[in-house]
């Protein structure tokens, strides 16, 4: 056995170790569709700007009429013809949670 073998931690052990708890290091973030799950934060620390994710990632094409129609001002038609043709994707989970409220 090795020292390194005695540092071998698994996930669970990790995000409950003392100095990620204490460091704040980790932020709980609710997902979608997963629920809460804890990401990392920067490691940076400044006492102005104190690190915190804002929101969670984006499902794959979320956003897709948000940005074409509101900063290419692209008409709803226009991208349902861009969707149709696969120019544009969507991650089909994203109308399953629409559809539901859980996302916007």
Known sequence: ???LDNLAL???????????VKRGALQQIDH????PIALPKSPFRMSA?????????P??????EKVLGRY??????????LSKSGIL?????VAELRAKGSIH
Do not use: C, K, S, W
């Open 10 to 20: 698994d996930i669970a052990q990790i995000a409950n170790h003392p100095v990620i």
């Open 89 to 93: 994707v969507q991650e089909p989970r």
């Open 32 to 35: 979608p569709g997963i629920g």
């Open 72 to 81: 290419l001002r692209y008409t709803a038609e226009r991208i349902a013809e």
């Open 59 to 64: 499902f794959l094409g979320e956003h897709n």
């Open 49 to 57: 700007t104190p690190a915190a994710i804002r929101d969670r990632a």
């Open 1 to 3: 056995m090795t020292l």
